[in-house]
């Protein structure tokens, strides 16, 4: 059998394309913000990660440029080796401080830095016990263990206990969980799961991919926004949403930190960040620090548009964050409600399973603490004419 037969037998995507609703892949012409321009048109963007704006401030900017002029434009090595800046070391730092823990680890991409956690920590003898609808880098970071993984039914709490109740304390035990939920933009009941942790010997590891800069008085993420910072054992973040760049980090003790540090196959044998990249997300954390008022922006402009598509009376999920899904159930009404929000000037994402169950199509809608009230009203507006469409 030829291994590229799954490929010639792939149609899925090719008959989408054809019939003129394709809905990946759109190039944008212009830096990520507010508004875009696609196909040379004027868009406003409500489907991006850019939650506190900040990928377009001039001060990240001019961070990322300084650091390309000092540094050049790569490190030409792993951090284990050769590829470690006095940059990276100080982002680091910055990073364990504002994250309030001992020590912090940066890798080069988000994705990869779930599988180098979870990966390391978790061995042979122990069991990785998952929320159900956690990110796929979680999903594959389990599969790249040797431990036993165990999935509890989203944000079931009941379900979590039953499972830790059944696992021997012989058995290391790691709680993996996602902060905000990436397509559903619920919370994790994390005071619960902190509970249950301690009552079986579990640790607790929160991805707030999209908790940082989203979450708590100060941005600091799921643990802050329920008071419990300080007793979530790993903390994983990107740079790539919030921080206006690229990559990813670990926050926890000292010793988890040395241990991740000599022991993780993802971070040993990849190439450290880009200097320009490691500027501008430490410079993007000093912005957060300096300025949490963008956080209450980004709920207000987020609290706005929930309550703008009640009264529309379109159908949104359950969502208490700033990413809202709005509900389109089945895949070709998801596709032909995207195109023509797009052609009324309105980018969003559309959101088919596996990324969520069938029948649970949605549109994933996100927003920025800089989007202004009129550009909300338009999306308002235009999201109104389309779906009476339908």
Not at 194 to 211: E, P, S
Not at 260 to 276: D, G, V
Not at 289 to 313: I, Q
Not at 341 to 350: D, I, S
Request: hydrophobic fraction near 40%.
């Amino acid at each position: 059998m030829d291994i590229f037969e799954k490929c010639f037998n792939y149609t899925d995507a090719k008959e989408v394309m054809k019939a003129g609703i394709y809905p990946y892949f759109h190039a944008l012409e212009s830096g990520q913000d507010t508004e875009v321009i696609i196909n040379g048109k004027r868009t406003i963007m409500i489907g991006s990660n850019n939650y506190l704006g900040l990928t377009s401030d001039p001060r990240v900017i001019n961070a990322a440029r300084e650091a390309l002029d000092k540094y050049g434009t790569g490190c030409s090595g792993s951090r284990y080796l050769n590829g470690t800046l006095d940059l990276h070391v100080k982002l680091e730092e910055r990073l364990a401080s504002f994250l309030q823990k001992e020590a912090a680890l940066t890798f080069s991409t988000g994705f990869q830095t779930n599988l180098g956690i979870i990966s390391s920590i978790a061995g042979r003898n122990d069991y990785i016990i998952c929320d159900s609808a956690n990110h796929a880098s979680i999903i594959d970071g389990c599969r790249l263990s040797f431990a036993k993984i165990v999935k509890y039914e989203h944000n079931d709490m009941e379900d979590l206990e039953r499972i830790l109740s059944n696992i021997s304390d012989k058995h290391g035990k790691l709680i993996v969980t996602d902060g905000v939920f990436s397509m559903e933009g619920d919370i994790c009941n994390l005071p619960e799961i902190i509970r249950l942790a301690k009552k079986y010997g579990a640790r607790v590891m929160v991805d707030d991919a999209h908790g940082l800069g989203v979450m708590g008085e100060h941005g600091r993420g799921t643990g802050e926004y329920f008071g419990l910072q300080d007793q979530v054992d790993i903390i994983m973040c990107t740079f790539s949403k919030s921080l206006a760049s690229l990559g990813g980090c670990v926050a926890a003790s000292e010793d988890v930190i040395h241990y991740i540090k000599h022991n993780s196959r993802p971070f040993i044998f990849s190439a450290s960040i880009p200097p320009a990249n490691a500027a501008a997300a430490l410079e993007a954390i000093n912005i957060l620090e300096a300025e949490p008022e963008r956080v209450k922006r980004l709920w207000d402009n987020a609290d706005y548009m929930r309550e703008g598509f009640r009264k529309l009376g379109i159908p949104i999920g359950n969502s208490v964050t700033p990413i809202i899904p709005v509900m389109t159930w089945e895949n070709e009404r998801t596709f032909i409600i995207t195109k023509r929000l797009l052609e009324e000037g309105v980018y969003v994402n559309p959101v088919i399973a596996p990324a969520v169950k069938p029948g649970q199509c949605l549109l994933r809608t996100s927003y920025t603490a800089t989007h202004t009230k009129e550009q909300l009203d338009y999306a308002l507006d235009v999201f109104k004419k389309v779906f009476s469409e339908f």
